[in-house]
């Protein structure tokens, strides 16, 4: 186990209803708060009607920064920016999924940054010393982004998707209510739970050692996602399936989970390629790429890659049979993001080989190696892509 | 599952040579602090001097308040208030375990709240909101107390042992050095471990359902203790098998394994009146009061119970054998505590019938019952303390 510091002052409002908290909760840093609200549909459905509604009791005044696209663009972030320095805002509230909260956190630092937001993303040289403060309603259970010191943005001009770590970005609070997710079309349900189940692979698949309570807390969050993924799709209306879901994207980026352990992300990094060019969801680029990276990484650290055949897919083996073991616990996961109606091929994504050594160069662009556990160069990256085609 | 809020703003700094930031972390708060010891060990194996430096460098001044007993006593809270007006000291360390803890987050509250402390224990009736801030560096993994909110004391006037609950009082740091506790003795090793399995216990028999994702998180710290416990006597020097003992005694109490369910505490509290008569170890009277209490109440909620044994003990069986499944499940939780040399009845940790009455009364003073999800009354007490014999 590595040593760690763990600090996430975040405070979670799960529940029916929390929504109408939320006016109090920014009360409490500002009187003016911008909202970066994730699609039309919150608007359409009476929930920005009731955040409003919460807002004005509290005494706070609001501005919009309406459809954030999926993948969201700085474009829309210098946008934020300049509607907070005009209106001397103090707080950034999110309603959406990851991409209304990765804008929002990318606008809260680039008021209070020096020079250019896009300096600060994929670099790890440039760091945040003050953000304006910010929250989250969430309606999409996804990215754990609600509770991270993450967000990821794509740079429209380059075709390059990259991140910005720092805690001042972590939400002040995340308000999650499950029902909210009610109406989600089921392939944002699918995606947005291959994207949990990404996140929890991404810290499990590390070159740590003794790390076994993190393990275990992983195939724990690991095992409630694949049993309540396609449930969600059979009942989408069930608060109870719901929730697990909730709960368990919320708790995946917090932290605790990869306390300890180096993750690897490599699959993120080459996903953002693939994304970053064809706009396909992030949750299915995640389900066509980490069934190819597992296939092409297994072999350097294979008890890792057995350990999760056997414990999160229930894979039985006998002594010898490990090679097999690993093929069978990635044969289920791309079974499980088949239930879920995702692609596990770039092809079945509607994606060509044409680019594959494109994106395997652009992966490359500013980092010595992609993952940080198997770390990766160029040729390794085009090689899971063509395992991927 | 039910609406919560999770506030944890707690800082985790884990691993070797952690206890050498202390004084930078204590500087961010106050210039002057009281440091309230476990044990004489302390200050003879080093460790005192290595905290004493780090305060200096930080030109932050100490005083002592020493020999904190297990199952920690008012007297000398109010010793450390004392101290604390007196030096004018802005933040209180404890350097321990759960007795340090407990006595330096009573302290730290008894400064700020009106009146006596003591008033504040057991009562659902009045709150703090005041107290000064408290850090920990922990010597033994077993209560979880530096990431929580509670703290338990006995008032040795009337035997009763009570908790407190509040955010003020959640450590604003806890350093974790597994290093720490290789030199523990096996007994309070194995106390310890049953303190940790018992909190993750409470918090798993809960009337509260839909649950999953926290269960199956719970089950994973269940399974690490189970695991680890033993190979700690075994290998009591072993940095990576007391990690995961530290690891999982830290995330038991922070709320977050707890998080939409209502836990049930009616051992502890049952417990509670053992050692608050008896002075026994905490995690002792755990062991005894368990299974117990697991035979007295299961009926309430079988299903609960046989998937604490089907997941936890890996107890297999078929439709209609539930009731030996439970069992089964119990008996190996005995088996567990007796391989760490833990008695599992009164008459093991030399406690004769003779006062089951009087623990059974007192259990019930200033309560309406005992426990949350499955609420006892005196004469229900009585026949687990029997059952216990």
Known sequence: MNNYVYHNPGKIIFGRG????????????AK?????????????????????????????????????VPNPRLAQVYEGI???RQHEIGFVLAIGGGSAIDTA?????????????????????????????????????????????????????TGLKRSLFSDHIIPRFAALNPELSCSLPPYQTACGSADILAHLMEAYFTATDHVDLTDRLLEAAM?????????????????DVR????????????????????????????????????DIAHGAGLAVVFPAWMRYVWRRKPER????????????????????????????????????????????AGIDGSRIQEMADNAMIGVEAV???????????????????
Chains 1, 2 share one sequence.
Request: hydrophobic fraction near 40%; include cysteine; charged fraction near 20%.
């Open 18 to 29: 929390c929504e109408q908290s939320i006016g109090e909760e920014i009360a409490r840093y």
């Open 32 to 68: 003016r708060c911008l909202i970066v609200l994730g699609g039309p549909f919150i608007k359409e459905n009476g929930l920005y009607d009731r955040v409003a509604a919460s807002l004005e009791e509290a005494g706070v005044a609001y501005f919009d920064l309406e459809n954030i």
């Open 82 to 84: 300049e509607l907070c």
């Open 105 to 157: 956190k990318s606008v809260a630092a680039g008021v209070r940054a020096e020079g250019d937001i896009w300096d600060y993303f994929g670099t790890f040289t440039k760091f945040l010393t003050d953000a304006l403060p910010c929250g989250v309603l969430l309606t999409l259970p996804a990215t754990g982004s609600e509770s991270s010191n993450c967000a990821v943005l794509t740079n429209e001009a």
């Open 223 to 239: 095992q409630t996602v694949i049993h309540y993924a396609p449930l969600a799709l059979r009942y989408p209306h069930d608060y």
């Open 243 to 278: 929730a697990e879901l909730y709960q368990a994207a919320n708790i995946t980026n917090n932290g605790m989970l990869m306390a300890g352990r180096l993750g690897d992300w490599g699959s993120h990094n080459i996903e953002h390629e693939i994304s970053g060019i064809y």
């Open 305 to 348: 890659f057995v350990q999760f055949a056997r414990r999160v897919f229930r894979v039985d083996y006998a002594p010898g049979q490990e090679e097999w073991a690993v093929e069978a616990g990635i044969a289920r996961l791309e079974a499980f993001y088949r239930e879920l109606g995702l692609p596990t091929r770039l092809a079945e």
């Open 371 to 389: 993952g940080m556990s198997f770390p990766l160069q160029a040729e390794d990256v085009r090689r899971i892509l063509e395992l991927a085609r």
